[in-house]
């Protein structure tokens, strides 16, 4: 499975950004995928999950507070993130990742979002 996001970019406080992860491959394999996020010295953190088939969403609010919704497109093997209200504290390289039921992880190369104060 390859994971290629887009989207990212520069963006004012209070702004928006949709990001997408586009899979290709054995994409019938993919069980659920998720969007994490790695901020400047700190570690990669979950953000959001969605699985594939029930469309069933698991967000982390401490970091969502709300104003992101994961959603997917099975026809196109896209997910998204859909952010608004974006603060400072959201820059960070945001990675795509993707489950398959083999329990296999894939990671796609990331797209930095930063968010000017």
């Known amino acids: 499975v390859q994971l290629v996001e887009s989207g990212g970019g520069l963006v004012p406080a209070g702004g928006s950004l949709r990001l997408s992860c586009v899979a290709s491959?054995?994409?019938?394999?993919?069980?659920?995928m998720a969007w994490f996020r790695q901020a400047p010295g700190a570690q990669r953190e979950l953000v959001a999950r969605?699985?594939?088939?029930?469309?069933?969403?698991?967000y982390v609010e401490d970091i969502v507070k709300g104003r992101f919704s994961i959603s997917r497109d099975n026809a196109k093997s896209t997910m998204y993130l859909q952010m608004n209200s974006l603060e400072p504290e959201d820059t960070a390289v945001y990675y795509c990742?993707?489950?398959?039921?083999?329990?296999?992880?894939?990671w796609g190369q990331g797209t930095q979002v930063t968010v000017s104060s």
């Open positions: 969605i699985y594939m088939i029930s469309g069933i969403m698991n």
């Open positions: 990742n993707a489950l398959s039921f083999h329990v296999d992880n894939y």
């Open positions: 491959g054995s994409t019938a394999s993919i069980k659920s």
